[in-house]
């Protein structure tokens, strides 16, 4: 180990190493949680990989402090940074991955609203069953994060957060938890606005369901109710779907609020 180390700092310096160890450290927990970034179809070869190539590219950039060096740095103060960037790096990828999740929150909602839960399918991407209109509604998010290059947002974000929250300084002296869990919980406001609709429509259609069992009482009702609940869902879901993705829209300004509370 030592001769390997040896030959390290014969071709760059201590301040370079522990910078290059730290991005590593930073970006490599920051693509565990970001969204599309940490699918099961992404192999964790390939995120070390990436991980390895994005800190290889900023770390010359950076400064740390001697305390921090490789070889003469104190351990306990390392460890205590290393902790530090991995929070940073979970905590950023997850407020791009809350984000992309209202879809699916929503779109779970509204299929228990509208009778459509139990229409359920395999997501290859998480490897797990869900209704396929919160996977619809999700993949309908994918497809609007790419095409607004949310990708090359993310990856500027992190090398943003180098200039903003050095190596060793940590991210919650500038934004405290209670902040996160507050826009944690705007998120899921931003959720139930785009599933409130469906729930008007499927109280409505109960209550229309429940006249008609009272005033024809020898009527099969769930023979014929079933299936219109879950026709006039679709046809609603339909008419619902502008006012949905500007919803969306609406909960991505809140994103770069808490973003640049430490940005």
């Known amino acids: 180990m030592e001769p390997l180390l040896g030959l390290l700092l014969a071709l760059v310096t201590d301040e370079q190493l522990a910078a290059f160890s730290f991005a590593v450290i930073r970006i490599g927990s920051f693509l565990l949680t970001a969204p599309l970034l940490s699918m099961s179809v992404v192999s964790p070869l390939t995120r070390g990989v990436a991980s390895l190539a994005f800190a290889l590219v900023v770390h010359p950039t ?9 070889v003469n740095g104190v351990a306990s103060l390392m460890v205590v940074a290393a902790v530090h960037e991995v929070i940073t790096g979970l905590l950023m990828g997850f407020v791009f991955y809350v984000t992309m999740e209202i879809l699916r929150i ?5 299929s228990y609203a509208t009778q459509l839960g139990m229409s359920q399918m395999v997501d290859p991407a998480t490897q797990s069953q869900s209704a396929v209109l919160d996977n619809f509604l999700y993949y309908v998010g994918r497809l609007y994060f790419l095409a607004a290059f949310g990708v090359s947002f993310m990856l500027g974000a992190v090398f943003k957060s180098f200039e903003t929250i050095p190596i060793g300084h ?52 769930f023979s014929i109710g079933f299936p219109i609940v879950i026709a006039v869902g679709i046809y609603m879901f339909g008419q619902f779907a502008p006012v949905i993705l500007r919803n969306f829209e609406a909960a991505v300004p809140s994103m770069l609020g808490i973003l640049a509370g430490v940005l």
């Open 106 to 110: 929503a779109g779970l909602m509204m």
């Open 170 to 221: 940590a991210i919650f002296a500038d934004l405290s938890p209670l902040t996160v869990a507050l826009w944690t919980n705007s998120m899921w406001a931003h959720a139930m606005m785009m599933a409130i609709p469906s729930f008007g429509v499927a109280l409505t259609l109960q209550g229309a369901m429940a006249v008609i069992t009272r005033s024809a009482p020898t009527l099969n009702i």
């Open 62 to 70: 950076l400064s740390v402090p001697a305390e921090l060096g490789m």
